[in-house]
């Protein structure tokens, strides 16, 4: 046998091996979401749309969906994902208040945007994308890349009393997350009381609240606020909750760029899809409960009421903004963005 045509022969199996080895290597994005098991959302992201990157990538990258808190709690979701402990979250930024104010800017600028795509249009074209990466840098010592950031709904808030406008918001026990939201509600006139999500139902039914901050129409029905709470606001105008999608620095630089833009695409895509579904769910069960004879009153405030309501709430973030340099930076973007929408006057 030839000797060169020998070695040749075992370079060229070595090299064929190697790309078989490299074309079945796949990556996989060990996910935490924001949502439990059975939330409509995280059903529909892991069922309808998480199954289409592998096949977007052709095989390379898939996901490994887990529930809320499932590895980490939330709060702690940015370092997990710098640490390699997650390769990837869809989990609000508002959870990482904690180690800046301007992540609760970021995450849910409270009574700011009048529907989610606006919202949605400032994390995409409007800077959000870049402030959450300037902020998860900051934080994460430049170990995680974001790859969008977006919300899926406005939230509608669940009342046990008849709310009708902003002068019937003043001395109502509102359940409100502590922070931003919580002090939105007490420059309106309401008494914020946080309680965990997990009360919600258990505070309405014994008094503890009035109303709450709960989440969107159709998330509240299912768990049966609707059915205690029987006043509910919708349109919602309070809380627009944005989820950022965010990957390891290192998972993301192994990516060739063909599946990097299919992460990229892929989640400008699902969210799209998710934000229309959510509210075609919504506008179902509004209409259901809208019907003659229902015991649910759903209460749609005078726009008058929704305009003042955001001007108090500019209050609340300009104090916010004086937190932090980034919170100051995050705050002036928004206000930029709402003021080219007609949200905000000059």
């Known amino acids: 046998m030839n000797p060169k045509r020998s070695a040749l022969g075992t370079l060229v199996a070595a090299a064929v091996g190697l790309w078989a080895a490299q074309a079945d290597a796949q990556t996989v994005l060990r996910t935490q979401m924001g949502q439990n098991a059975g939330d409509f959302v995280f059903r529909h992201v892991t069922e309808v749309w998480m199954p289409k990157l592998e096949a977007m990538t052709g095989g390379k990258v898939k996901f490994e969906p887990y529930p809320a808190n499932a590895i980490v709690p939330s709060n702690e979701v940015l370092d997990a994902v710098a640490e390699g402990i997650l390769q990837a979250d869809l989990v609000s930024p508002i959870f990482y208040s904690g180690k800046d104010p301007a992540y609760a800017l970021i995450g849910d600028l409270t009574a700011g945007y009048a529907d989610p795509d606006q919202m949605a249009a400032w994390c995409s074209i409007g800077g ?19 790859i969008g950031c977006a919300p899926y709904t406005l939230e509608s808030l669940v009342a046990k009393v008849p709310i009708k406008g902003l002068a019937e918001m003043k001395g109502v026990k509102v359940r409100a997350p502590a922070g931003l939201a919580s002090e939105v509600f007490r420059r309106a006139g309401a008494t914020p009381v946080s309680i965990p999500f997990s009360e919600v139902y258990t505070g309405l039914e014994k008094g503890i ?72 769910e919504d506008e179902n069960l509004v209409r259901r409960d809208s019907k003659p004879g229902s015991k649910v009153h759903v209460i749609d405030w005078p726009q008058k009421d929704r305009d003042e309501f955001r001007k108090i709430a500019v209050g609340a973030w300009k104090s916010f903004s004086e937190k932090s340099p980034l ?19 000059e």
């Open 209 to 280: 609240v009035d109303a709450a901050d709960a989440a969107a129409y159709a998330n509240n029905a299912s768990q049966g606020f609707n059915d205690i709470a029987p006043y509910p606001l919708y349109p919602g105008f309070h809380s627009t909750p944005v989820f950022e999608f965010a990957i390891n620095k290192k998972v993301w630089d192994s990516l060739d760029k063909a599946s990097q833009t299919a992460l990229e695409v892929w989640f400008e895509a699902a969210y799209n899809d998710l934000r229309r579904v959510a509210h075609i």
């Open 327 to 345: 919170a100051g930076e995050v705050y002036q973007s928004h206000m930029k963005f709402l003021t080219e929408l007609g949200l905000l006057r």
């Open 128 to 146: 959000g994308k870049e402030l959450l990466q300037k902020a998860d840098d900051t934080y994460s010592e430049g170990r995680v890349h974001v």
